[in-house]
């Protein structure tokens, strides 16, 4: 495990033999990078995660991988994260040269190469108070509908492309025809609501009316904020927030169309799609993991990172109940315009319905902690204080 007093202070053997006037000089190679404003990082161990010992980590290495796959392609001295918060890319060649030769392997394997390749630090929102480990997590899900590739009767309702050069229309004024006789049109729903949701969620699996298949996935967005319908209904009476849910808001659109639509229009952000052969595919640009994939703020957290999530299950999944820990580890490969905050996430669960139950009911408390890379990890848990002290 790491975490001994000789691996958390790399820098302390050259140090001790330096003067303290030469001290301040050689610390400008050792310090710590800086962490986010808003962000508060305590160094801890691998006895302190809730569970650790408890998750079935053998699946968790080839999600790993995918992380490894585009922060390989970095230049070394890159800095990964906000601040370099990551560390390098070169911090990350060691712990990946070390997954990839390691292959198939067990629960006890894959922890034990965690443990050595990473070290656990608490994050926090930095408030000052009791609550600020305290985040909130969501869920989301990949989409399954139905769609047709040109209009009919019953498909009247269109996916579009990015439009070439982008565009400021709102939804609103692309529901009314903004984008009419562009030829963005390349598949049609029959149901708004689908549609709708197709795009918070970002992506979808296809089925063709003809038989066919596609995946689609994010191409783009008109450049206008986020607005969540949910906590307008929410404000507006429209649903109790005891019962808010992807499923009973989509009920509730679908069982009032008018009104529905004019919510949906007070999201003035709209998205749009292409055909992937892939995915789903997270901001990352690797395929997502079910149970595994997280979306994180990339304003606070580096992608491709791994955490440890504690939280709780947001509905009964036997043997566990809704409530109970939900605690596992997770790769930060996705963002989300919804997702903000050093200490909030987006748990993606899978395709489909099934998906849809988990992800829907999804608004969990809970906290993380984030696995910085050894290298980065030593420079981030340098304490000056205890290495003057050692001088005089």
């Given amino acids: ?7 958390r202070y790399r820098c302390r053997p050259f140090l001790a033999a330096l003067s303290l006037g030469a001290l301040a000089l050689a610390l400008a190679g050792c310090a710590p990078p ?3 404003s808003g962000l508060k990082l305590r160094p801890a161990a691998y006895s302190m995660l809730p569970g650790w ?3 079935a980590l053998d699946g968790t290495l080839p ?9 390989g392609k970095k230049a070394p001295t890159e800095p990964i994260g906000p601040e370099g918060l990551g560390g390098t890319a070169a911090d990350w060649q060691a712990p990946c040269a070390a997954a990839r030769e390691m292959g198939a392997v067990d629960t006890l394997r894959a922890r034990a190469f965690f443990e050595r390749w990473f070290v656990p630090f608490v994050a926090e929102n930095d ?8 985040g909130l997590f969501t869920g989301y899900y990949e989409a399954e509908i139905t769609a047709a590739r040109a209009p009919d009767a019953a498909h009247r309702y269109p996916l579009y492309r990015a439009p070439e050069g982008g565009t400021n229309l709102t939804r609103a004024e692309i529901e009314a025809g903004g984008l009419k006789g562009r030829g963005l049109e390349f598949l049609w729903l029959k149901d708004p609501v ?3 949701f197709l795009q918070v969620q970002g992506s979808g699996v296809v089925t063709l009316n003809d038989g066919g298949m596609m995946r689609v996935g994010y191409a783009g967005n008109n450049g206008h904020a986020f607005v969540a319908i949910g906590k307008l209904m929410i404000e507006e009476g429209i649903i109790e927030r005891s019962s808010a849910s992807m499923q009973s808001i989509r009920d509730w659109l679908r069982a009032n169309p008018e009104k529905g639509r004019e919510l949906m229009n007070r999201n003035p952000r709209f998205i749009f799609f292409r055909e992937v052969k892939d995915g789903p595919i997270g901001a990352m640009g690797v395929t997502l993991t079910a149970g595994r994939s997280l979306a994180v703020d990339p304003a606070f957290v580096p992608l491709g990172l791994p955490l440890w999530l504690d939280t709780t299950w947001p509905i009964d999944h036997p043997p566990y109940r809704r409530g109970d820990p939900l605690r596992r580890l997770m790769l930060a ?6 997702i903000k905050g050093p200490v909030r996430g987006d748990f993606f669960w899978g395709s489909g319905e099934e998906a849809l139950r988990f992800a829907g009911a999804m608004k969990s408390p809970g906290r993380w902690y984030l696995l910085l890379p050894v290298a980065a990890a030593a420079r981030k848990t340098l304490d000056v204080t205890d290495v003057v002290s050692s001088l005089q």
């Fill in 53 to 55: 010992e408890d998750d």
């Fill in 63 to 71: 999600a790993f991988l995918k992380s490894c796959q585009v922060i």
């Fill in 194 to 196: 689908d549609a709708f």
């Fill in 127 to 134: 408030a000052g108070n009791e609550s600020s480990q305290q």
């Fill in 333 to 338: 490969q996705d963002t989300g315009s919804a």
């Fill in 1 to 7: 495990m790491i975490g001994d007093e000789r691996k």
């Fill in 34 to 36: 800086p962490t986010p």
